[in-house]
């Protein structure tokens, strides 16, 4: 009874308005901005590894680490549960539209970076908090539009991407790999986001800087060695997602009557769950960064997109069509491990997905937390932030005890709330984010000129 109501909210949260206003807003700002993801990526990526920015004057940790703690938030899950979960319900296809979404969700990421910088704010404790809460409120001047964000926001960092969703699966891949009982893992994982989110976004990010970047080259090279195996198959596979992707029946056997619409509705519930392009939750970490640049920040944010989705969750469904596994009536993470298991003929793949999940799903716990404390602050006050990390920490413990479909249930639910507020904020701030990549640019080239003026001269 309690699933099938949530189903009924859940289908009509993300129905056709929620979609067209994701994608919309995505098409929007990517035409506005000259389609800056393609043509501005190359120096996005340059501005993700160059060395901290010493002399900026404000922030609290450097851009890399603000982007590892958003993409400490982003891959989890979504990257190896969430795709298999998007395969189930939509097919192959749905993989296209969680790129096609993911493509229009850069400019979406982008713009939501450069207004967390632009309209950030020191807290009571000198930390910077930033967000869609700052520029709904000091940038659209919508105060109720902001507080009702945060509000959101905390419902997802309890009960969507922050806690039972990572949990769940930390919990199964432990149990499957090691035997060890849901309820003693849940316990442990608890105890230790306990102490890594004790010293806040600098902890965070300390650990996001480590294991973000090690885990997801691990599992990069695992999918890589499947793909190598298989390389012949790979334009069929191709072939096959985007053909599914237009099609009146998406897939056949267990997945026979998977409409364009059903892949389209899960690919892009599964992108914006892995990528979280229009959430508004990587712009929070965004705002943290060292820099005196929002248009530079809102460059190396959206590069956690294209990590994120285009090479990850790529990268993850296209094994899952190259193996078959897919078309099993497995579903979630026993889905990847088959899928692993086939591409690489032994049980190495079926430890390599479950390791990476439970690294992947951490860090996620440890993003999520620092998000919903942002929100917190920003509707309390510090005070409120201590007992947020208690209930936070509870919920963590208790995650593995809900069942996985109500689980994705609960997570789109949130998610979609999440998106309107700060979507609205998008459309709203459209002209401030345009004037001031214009601007960015405008003085970049004038700088380069005069440079190559006075080099002439002499």
Not at 31 to 36: A, M, T
Not at 328 to 357: E, H, K, Q, W
Request: hydrophobic letters at 55%.
């Amino acid at each position: 009874m309690l699933t099938s109501i949530l189903n009924t909210i859940d289908h009509f949260i993300w129905g056709p308005p929620l979609l067209i206003l994701l994608m919309g807003t995505g098409l929007y700002l990517t035409i506005r901005l000259g389609v800056l993801q393609v043509i501005k990526l190359p120096l996005a990526l340059k501005f993700v590894f160059r060395p901290s920015a010493v002399h900026a004057k404000d922030g609290d940790v450097s851009s890399f680490a603000a982007l590892c703690t958003a993409l400490s938030a982003t891959i989890g899950t979504g990257n190896i549960v969430g795709v298999a979960t998007a395969l189930k319900l939509g097919g192959p296809g749905a993989l296209f539209w969680m790129w096609l979404a993911a493509f229009f969700g850069m400019a979406t990421k982008y713009s939501e970076g450069l207004l967390a910088v632009k309209y950030r704010q020191k807290d009571a404790h000198g930390q910077m908090s930033g967000g869609p809460m700052y520029y709904l409120q000091n940038g659209l001047k919508c105060r109720w539009l902001a507080y009702l964000f945060a509000l959101f926001g905390i419902g997802v960092a309890f009960f969507g991407i922050g806690t039972f969703a990572q949990v769940n699966a930390i919990t199964d891949a432990v149990m499957l790999t090691l035997s060890i009982p849901k309820w003693v893992t849940g316990l442990v994982v608890a105890i230790l986001v306990g102490l890594v989110t004790i010293g806040g976004i600098r902890s965070i990010s300390r650990v996001s800087t480590k294991v973000v970047p090690f885990m997801a080259g691990l599992y990069i090279i695992s999918c890589a060695v499947i793909m190598i195996i298989n390389i012949q198959a790979i334009p069929d596979a191709i072939a096959q997602i985007i053909h599914a992707a237009f099609t009146t029946t998406a897939a056949t056997g267990g997945f026979l009557g998977a409409s364009m619409i059903m892949a389209l509705q899960a690919g892009v519930a599964r992108g914006v769950f892995s990528n979280e392009a229009g959430l508004g939750s990587a712009p929070i970490a965004a705002a943290a960064a060292k820099t005196n640049s929002c248009v530079e920040q809102g460059l190396v944010t959206m590069t956690g997109t294209f990590f994120d989705t285009i090479v990850i969750c790529s990268m993850t469904g296209i094994t899952l069509v190259l193996t078959g596994a897919w078309h099993s009536d497995l579903a979630g993470t026993a889905m990847t491990n088959s899928a692993f298991r086939l591409g690489m003929g032994s049980d190495i793949g079926f430890y390599l997905v479950n390791i990476g999940l439970f690294f992947f799903a951490f860090t996620t716990i440890l993003g999520w937390n620092y998000y919903g404390e942002r929100c917190v602050e920003y509707l309390f006050g510090i005070k409120g932030i201590l007992p947020y990390r208690i209930i936070f920490v509870v919920l963590v413990a208790s995650g593995a005890f809900l069942h996985l479909e109500l689980i994705w249930i609960i997570a789109d639910i949130v998610n979609g709330l999440m998106a309107i507020p700060n979507l609205i904020g998008l459309i709203g701030l459209r002209h401030v984010i345009a004037n001031e990549t214009k601007l960015y640019f405008a003085r970049s080239c004038n700088i380069a000129e005069s440079s190559q003026t006075d080099t002439i001269e002499y």
